[in-house]
């Protein structure tokens, strides 16, 4: 999909600009208001995604300030049987959580008016952040006591992250052993970024249009540090903070879905 939109952007606009001098009154001029949300024809389950929409105020028939929001988040809270010989009913419990917000203020500069084909270029800045946690309520297997074993809860909670499992085989003396390995998922961050953006807005009648976009820029991401405390464990567990930084081109995967009012 990546592809095919820097393709349709940088091969088949130049064409269409050409096609698209006809004069029409589709277009938002001087202080109309835009509403975008993602678009993806495609996908069967969310062909229209609400997690991410933007917002277009035109200052005049040329230049639009927006600002764009995306919101995701995650809950996982459920029962399962604890691995224990008891008579009596014990259940392990799992609470996990996370949160995505992200706010893009910028501006665009549209080339023509009143056409049908409407490109832009324009500048944004992007900041998101990402809470994760997680709380995990396990009984462990202690101390055989001649009629059972004693079971005691231990409780876990991952601050900034959740807790992955994951199952692996290998073959041995003994034959295939399969064993259990634990990591970190769903960490949290924040990222801040800047796009130089380059687009165009297809509009199809009055108030309705269809957008591509892509920008290239600066994105720098700061991965949380995580805080693992155990009620087992004498001490907190912890993995530092880190970072990551990209310089490139980045492409909204996805087809944008405007009115405009």
Not at 64 to 74: E, K, P, T, Y
């Amino acid at each position: 999909m990546k592809k095919h939109l820097i393709f349709i952007l940088l091969f088949i606009l130049p064409n269409l600009l050409i096609i698209a001098q006809e004069k029409v009154d589709l277009n938002p001029t001087a202080k109309n208001f835009s509403v975008e949300v993602d678009f993806t024809p495609f996908n069967q389950t969310t062909p229209i995604s609400i997690n991410s929409f933007k917002g277009k105020y035109f200052i005049d028939n040329k230049t639009a300030l927006r600002i764009g929001f995306n919101f995701d988040n995650g809950n996982n809270s459920f029962e399962e049987p604890a691995s224990t010989n008891s008579d009596s009913p014990l259940y392990d419990k799992t609470s996990e959580k996370y949160t995505v917000f992200g706010i893009s203020p910028g501006f665009e500069i549209h080339f023509l008016e009143s056409t049908r084909v409407s490109p832009y270029f324009g500048f944004q800045i992007n900041y998101e952040n990402k809470i994760s946690k997680a709380t995990y309520e396990e009984y462990e297997r202690g101390e055989y006591n001649g009629n059972d074993y004693d079971y005691t809860l231990n409780k876990t909670e991952y601050k900034n992250s959740w807790r992955t499992i994951s199952t692996y085989t290998q073959n041995t003396n003994w034959g295939t052993q399969t064993y259990t390995s634990q990591g970190i998922g769903e960490r949290g961050y924040s990222s801040l970024g800047a796009n130089l953006i380059l687009g165009a807005d297809f509009y199809i009648v009055k108030h309705l249009y269809l957008g591509l976009e892509l920008g290239f820029g600066y994105n720098s991401v700061r991965y949380k540090e995580i805080e693992i405390d155990s009620e087992s464990a004498q001490d907190v567990v912890k993995y530092p903070e880190s970072k990551t930084s990209e310089f490139g081109l980045n492409v909204n995967n996805a087809i944008r879905l405007g009115f405009w009012f």
